[in-house]
């Protein structure tokens, strides 16, 4: 298990998930093969997501709280 700050889309796993907590309360989840498929490079850093990705309740960008549901 990788810490958040360092965690890069290559260091998750399958049963791995990336979600992501807007500022009005829209809760959004992902897994890897899903942010692969949106353009996300395998080198990127997980909290880079936070500024790449928009709300579809507020349309706010970089206002969300990202962490990993790590499979245990």
Known sequence: M????A????DL???NLVQLE???GRTAVFTPAMLRTAGVE???K?????SRFRCR???ARGKAAVSIKWER
Do not use: K, N, T
């Open 2 to 5: 990788v810490p958040l700050y």
């Open 7 to 10: 965690a890069r889309l290559e």
């Open 13 to 15: 796993g399958l049963g």
């Open 22 to 24: 807007c500022a009005c």
């Open 42 to 44: 395998p080198a990127e």
């Open 46 to 50: 997980v909290v880079d997501l936070e």
């Open 57 to 59: 309740e507020c349309d």
